[in-house]
């Protein structure tokens, strides 16, 4: 129904006040060298791990470890006490439910640092975990981390060998992530190191009893999976009877590949995982901790720490491209900035551009080094993802030097184009990283051994090279359109891989299908919206669970400032301007807004690994619901 005129222009001033203090909230929140960088935070794993990288380094002597980071140890305890469930265990996503891998995590760390086993808060997540299916349930990587310290079986731990760097470029038919944490962890595996534990340590209590340790085979022989555990069973034979110096060799390359990718970097590929990898790496080559590599590593890993007196925690990585790209778009969109305001910010994003060939090149060797990448460095890894949010800050973000920045996002365009998939999509960072059958491999259950084209990131790419002069009849842009057609879901989403999730998806295929000029009648589109319609709450806002990926559908969450806005950017892209259902997420986004201009979030819209790692980006709450205002503003009846 549509709204009254009075109505209607009510509404339009108050979307324009909501937008002008959204706008001047986040100018406040902007760096004085013009970027944004707000925290970004996920699970407790990132503090167990931290106790257990600290039990690795400093190794207890007897029953009592007291290690010397033992206040950091003290306050890695009280933060994963902090957000134990009621039922005693652990999540992996805001208000979710316990989850095993999380949970025996933060068993061991908690018991390894002195908490007793008979405190209540053990004796129920000891509970908890065996409700779960005991430590045998964990993943992959908890499994292996633990074999480290001889409290899981080496035997049934999944092998990873160093020797695949010597199999030519195998290793970039993984997925940048993947690889960068593998090859340290194969080097630290390879020394099959059995580091101590407290005397008498050990998680007998949580084994669940009666269940077997050993690999799960499938009753059909023939399988990808039965094929990679009989790989896994021939690998563990090579581990103890074959060739010292072909490991040697194997060794040697990975920690040179490894190093070589802390250069112009925050650290080995900029996460957690492969950072604190290398640390361990570098301990079990013998490197001295007083050698510059190993004081470098230890620097840049100990940065994603935060610990300012009152918080305690670790970010996954840096978001600073990230965040100020989506900001800076959103700022420029609303017009309500004055027209200077982001030239800082335009001359910051500039200076971040990749001039380097990183992994990308191995399958793009002719293409020119352009692109951003997510963090404040990370020259090996720049992310397609941040370069088409980068390509649309652009469209606002004017540096001084015009020819300079036209250069640069020529460079960019370019780069974009090529490292488009063969199936018309476009992934985070590489190409045509999709052969599926090492998602089978017995050390692939953190379910992003690929990267895979997605919907979402194929939606922002268009926009961004839309954006930026390429021509809707252009190949690229058909083929992507094609692929977005294909990859609708029967219910008329689309599949969000980096943000929780079909909401996002759908958001983000609709604004790249409007740029590239598709007819908004389409059958297509408009069962794209009616479905956005349909999952609306009834407060008029819109939320989404990471459950979603759990249950491979649509699953409602309490609506939540980011998801409102990309549904209400994702109707306004599909044609629907003045439906009752725009109008309501409006109002929302409008009655949330705190009175400083900003909002408030509290579940995990962001995506690492489905199903493993869920992420909570704090700027997000503030620039999503600024820039679905601004559209909003700027939508043509």
């Not at 997510?374 to 469209?395: H, Q, R, S």
């Not at 998801?563 to 109008?583: K, N, P």
């Not at 619901?625 to 503003?633: E, V, Y």
Request: proline share 7%.
């Amino acid at each position: 129904m549509m709204p009254s005129l009075q109505v209607a222009d009510e509404l339009l001033a108050q979307s324009t006040q909501a937008a002008r203090k959204a706008v001047d909230a986040l100018l406040r929140m902007r760096r004085p060298e013009g970027y944004w960088w707000a925290d970004l935070t996920a699970d407790t794993t990132l503090e167990s791990d931290f106790i257990m990288l600290q039990l690795w380094l400093y190794p207890p002597e007897g029953k009592e470890w007291n290690p010397p980071t033992r206040d950091l140890v003290d306050k890695a305890v009280a933060s994963i006490l902090a957000r134990q469930l009621p039922d005693g265990g652990f999540n992996i996503y805001a208000k979710g439910p316990s989850e095993i891998s999380a949970s025996v995590k933060a068993y061991f760390a908690l018991k390894v640092a002195g908490v007793p086993a008979d405190s209540p808060r053990m004796v129920q997540l000891r509970e908890r975990i065996l409700a779960l299916g005991g430590l045998q349930r964990v993943n992959s990587y908890v499994k292996i981390n633990l074999s480290l310290f001889g409290l899981y079986p080496r035997e049934y731990v999944p092998s990873i060998p160093p020797e695949f760097m010597l199999l030519g470029k195998i290793i970039y038919e993984m997925s940048s992530w993947t690889r960068a944490i593998v090859i340290p962890l194969s080097v630290v595996q390879a020394h099959n190191p059995m580091r101590p534990v407290p005397e008498g340590f050990t998680l007998d209590e949580i084994h669940a009893p009666g269940v077997s340790f050993a690999f799960q085979w499938e009753t059909n022989p023939f399988t990808w999976k039965n094929f990679f555990l009989a790989v896994d069973r021939a690998l563990k034979i090579w581990e103890k009877y074959g060739s010292k110096s072909i490991r040697q060799r194997a060794i040697k390359k990975a920690m040179e590949w490894a190093l070589e990718r802390t250069k112009d970097s925050d650290g080995l590929a900029a996460i957690y995982p492969p950072m604190q990898y290398l640390i361990m790496a570098l301990d079990v080559t013998g490197v001295p901790r007083n050698h510059p590599d190993h004081l470098e590593a230890t620097r840049q890993f100990e940065n994603l720490m935060v610990n300012d007196g009152e918080r305690f925690f670790f970010q996954p990585c840096f978001s600073p491209v990230w965040d100020t790209a989506i900001a800076a778009f959103a700022v420029g969109e609303s017009g309500l900035a004055p027209p200077d305001a982001l030239n800082n910010t335009a001359e910051w994003l500039l200076s971040k551009e990749v001039r380097k060939k990183g992994d990308w090149s191995v399958k793009r060797p002719n293409v020119e080094p352009s692109g951003w990448y997510f963090e404040f460095a990370n020259e090996f890894y720049p992310d397609i993802d941040d370069t088409g949010m980068v390509l649309l800050a652009f469209k606002h973000a004017r540096a001084r030097d015009a020819r300079r920045q036209q250069a640069s996002i020529q460079r960019a365009v370019n780069w974009l184009l090529a490292m488009q998939s063969k199936d018309g999509g476009w992934a985070a960072f590489d190409v045509d990283n999709n052969w599926k059958p090492l998602a089978e491999v017995p050390f692939a259950d953190h379910n992003a051994m690929l990267d895979p084209t997605c919907p979402d990131i194929t939606g922002r790419v268009m926009e961004g090279l839309l954006a930026q002069g390429v021509p809707r009849h252009h190949p690229a842009i058909r083929r992507a359109v094609a692929y977005l057609r294909r990859t609708q879901e029967a219910d008329g989403s689309w599949y969000g891989r980096w943000g929780v999730d079909y909401i996002y998806g759908t958001f983000l295929a609709l604004r790249g299908l409007r740029a590239a000029g598709e007819d908004l009648r389409e059958a297509y589109i408009l069962r794209a919206a009616e479905w956005l319609r349909s999952i609306q709450n009834a407060d008029g806002g819109w939320g989404e669970s990471c459950e979603s990926y759990d249950a491979n559908t649509y699953v409602g969450a309490p609506s939540t400032p980011s998801q409102t806005a990309w549904a209400v950017m994702g109707l306004i892209a599909s044609g629907d301007l003045q439906s009752e259902s725009v109008r309501r997420g409006v109002e929302y986004l409008i009655e949330t807004q705190r009175s400083d201009g900003t909002w408030d979030e509290d579940l995990s819209t962001g995506t690492g690994f489905p199903r493993v790692f869920y992420l909570m980006y704090h700027l997000y709450r503030n620039s999503f619901p600024t820039m679905a205002l601004a559209a909003f503003l700027n939508a043509k009846p």
